[in-house]
T-cell receptor, first 112, second 114 residues
Framework: GQSLEQPSEVTAVEGAIVQINCTYQTSGFYGLSWYQQHDGGAPTFLSYNALDGLEETGRFSSFLSRSDSYGYLLLQELQMKDSASYFCAVRDPSGATNKLIFGTGTLLAVQP | DAGVIQSPRHEVTEMGQEVTLRCKPISGHDYLFWYRQTMMRGLELLIYFNNNVPIDDSGMPEDRFSAKMPNASFSTLKIQPSEPRDSAVYFC????????????FGPGTRLTVT
């Protein structure tokens, strides 16, 4: 089967840098996505890595190492509004499908 | 673009009643997904459609749940009869076939069954 592991909670202070890790076990692999969800809101797409390396989008960066089945989301210059849950997700490799499998999410608390 | 639209935003109903949730995907998106989110079980995929055809309904919990997509701009998720354990936030999402990794979620329907 497929599984993704993330830390359940991370705490950091405003202005700092935080890294949220994701390890996955899948029978095939088509890339790693990251989503953000604020309390009471809907998940929103942040980034996607199909190949190894770092993808940067403003204050957020995402990294992938396919050989290690590992990725992370890096948030720089943390702001209070970054307090949210962050989910990694992989495309279901069990055939020609657009289904995503989501991790259990990491709750990021940014403190002043 | 208006994004994915869901209605109602909140629904409170009594056990045994029928509940219908509605979704309008983003125009041009050929995939539509229904998810359920709870604290205990996280984000679960219930069913998804491609070009209005149900592709995978393995996540539908039981026969009380049904979903339809009569055309490219409308889908419904029906629960009949509803039970307290169905209380959750139900999200609809859509995506383009070539960008499977990027799903756009609606605001969700918060369902409470008493």
């Amino acid at each position: 089967g497929q599984s993704l592991e993330q830390p359940s909670e991370v705490t950091a202070v405003e202005g700092a840098i935080v890294q949220i890790n994701c390890t996955y076990q899948t029978s095939g692999f088509y890339g790693l996505s990251w989503y953000q969800q604020h309390d009471g809101g809907a998940p929103t797409f942040l980034s996607y890595n199909a190949l190894d390396g770092l993808e940067e989008t403003g204050r957020f960066s995402s990294f992938l190492s396919r050989s290690d089945s590992y990725g992370y989301l890096l948030l720089q210059e943390l702001q209070m509004k970054d307090s949210a849950s962050y989910f990694c997700a992989v495309r279901d490799p069990s055939g020609a499908t657009n289904k995503l499998i989501f991790g259990t999410g990491t709750l990021l608390a940014v403190q002043p | 673009d208006a994004g994915v639209i869901q209605s109602p935003r909140h629904e409170v109903t009594e056990m045994g009643q029928e509940v219908t949730l509605r979704c309008k995907p983003i125009s041009g998106h050929d995939y539509l997904f229904w998810y359920r989110q709870t604290m205990m079980r996280g984000l679960e995929l219930l069913i998804y459609f491609n070009n209005n055809v149900p592709i995978d309904d393995s996540g539908m919990p039981e026969d009380r749940f049904s979903a339809k997509m009569p055309n490219a701009s409308f889908s419904t998720l029906k629960i009949q009869p509803s039970e307290p354990r169905d209380s959750a936030v139900y999200f609809c999402a859509s995506s383009e076939g070539t960008r499977a990794y990027e799903q756009y979620f609606g605001p969700g329907t918060r369902l409470t069954v008493t």
